[in-house]
Each structure stands twice: as structure tokens, then as C-alpha cells.
């Protein structure tokens, strides 16, 4: 079956620009998760939903990030007046319905700020 | 300070060897352990899990052992195959429903 599927794979953007990011977890999967893996790093969480809603944004590293989720499927991470340290491999995961079900990885968006 | 990721330690086997892949966790609250093999330009891929009243599990060519005294996880793969090399992380579940908490992660390189 499919699994998680982002895009863009890349994305280039100047400093100051907008930028979204779009995850399509597996299907019927209730638990997503938006992480950040900055160059030779470990991942670092930002955010997780339980279908619509968000009880844990505590990794969002500043109000510049959001995140929404609609129809308990599709989520978009969306990162206003970008910085250059913004620059980072954005992962998404979802789970069957979050706690200790395994999380299943998408391929990662590779965001660049120029 | 530094950054220990731009450092990530290097474990290199032969082919055909055994590889033990080692991790420290923080939190002694954690109670579910997971690794992830990550392959160049992909995103992390399950591995192996184990909950908290375990000490050993084993899957197919991998073993995770947990030794909850000294907070500390290792990954075991026998055989070890070129197909193997990755980066390895590990990660913990401090809370139910909640965030992995992942570790810097290994650099496995197997040699032919």
C-alpha cells in the first residue's frame, strides 16, 4: 500500500519568502507527525496532530511555524519569513492512532534558504 | 557548544560480520524504544521496537537489547550486509501518544 508521501522533495526559496509544506499520510492513519532534521543531525519534533487538532505544539521553534491539518488527512507545515536557518530536511510521520503505534516516515521535503 | 551531530560516530564492519550499534537515553520515565535505519536522501525507516518490560527482542537479522539501570540501548545485526549501511538512530517515547525523542544517530559502513 502507499505510504507517506510529501512534497515538495525541494524546495528554494529567499530569505523572507513563505514557504508550505504538504504531507499525505497513509491512509486511516489518525496520528500525524511534522519533524526537522537539520544537516548531520538527529530528527527533532515540531508538532503532532490526533486527527484534527494539535495537543502537542511545543516543538514549533517560533510563531514563524504553523501547522493544520484538515479532514484528518492531509497536513501543511507552513514557515513564514523564512531564515536561513530554517534550512533543514522537514519529515512527516503518522501513525494508526498515535501512543505506541509505530510511526511510518515520508521521504522529507529538503527546504533551502538562499 | 558543539554540535555533536556534525560528528556522528562511524562504526565500520566487514561484510559478513556482526555489528553492534549502541545509544544512552535520558529519560529514565521513557517506557517504548525504537530504531530507525535511514538511508541517504530517505526518510527514517523502522526498524525494531521494545517496551519498557522488556530486555531483549529479536526480528529478522536484529536484535535490540535495553538495559534500563544504566539507561542504555543497543542494536544488534547479524551478518552485517552492504545493504545495511545507514545511519542508525535511536529514539525514545518519554510520553503517551506524544513525540520520539531521537538520538544523534551512527554512521554504519559495512566493507565488502
Known amino acids: 500500500g502507499a505510504g507517506v508521501s510529501q512534497s515538495p522533495s525541494n524546495k528554494v526559496t529567499e530569505k523572507g519568502k513563505d514557504v508550505e509544506l504538504r504531507c499525505d499520510p497513509i491512509s486511516g492513519h489518525t496520528a500525524l507527525y511534522w519533524y526537522r532534521q537539520s544537516l548531520g543531525q538527529g530528527l527533532e519534533f515540531l508538532i503532532y496532530f490526533q486527527g484534527n487538532s494539535a495537543p502537542d505544539k511545543s516543538g514549533l521553534p517560533s510563531d514563524r511555524f504553523s501547522a493544520e491539518r484538515t479532514g484528518g488527512s492531509v497536513s501543511t507545515l507552513t514557515i513564514q519569513r523564512t531564515q536561513q536557518e530554517d534550512s533543514a530536511v522537514y519529515l512527516c510521520?503518522?501513525?494508526?492512532?498515535?501512543?505506541?503505534?509505530?510511526?511510518?516516515f515520508g521521504p522529507g521535503t529538503r527546504l533551502l534558504v538562499l | 557548544g558543539e554540535s555533536v551531530g556534525l560528528h556522528l560516530p562511524t562504526l565500520s564492519v566487514q561484510e559478513g560480520d556482526n555489528s553492534i550499534i549502541n545509544c544512552a537515553y535520558s529519560n529514565s520515565a521513557s517506557d517504548y524504544f525504537i530504531w530507525y535505519k535511514q538511508e541517504s536522501g530517505k526518510g527514517p525507516q523502522f526498524i525494531i521496537d521494545?517496551?519498557?518490560?522488556?530486555d531483549k527482542r529479536q526480528g529478522q537479522r536484529v536484535t535490540v537489547l535495553l538495559n534500563k539501570t544504566v539507561k542504555h540501548l543497543s542494536l544488534q545485526i547479524a551478518a552485517t550486509q552492504p545493504g545495511d549501511s545507514a545511519v542508525y538512530f535511536c529514539a525514545e517515547n518519554p510520553e503517551y501518544g506524544n513525540k520520539l525523542v531521537f538520538g544523534a544517530g551512527t554512521i554504519l559502513r559495512v566493507k565488502s
Open positions: 510521520a503518522s501513525s494508526r492512532r498515535g501512543g505506541r503505534e509505530t510511526q511510518y
Open positions: 521494545i517496551r519498557s518490560n522488556m
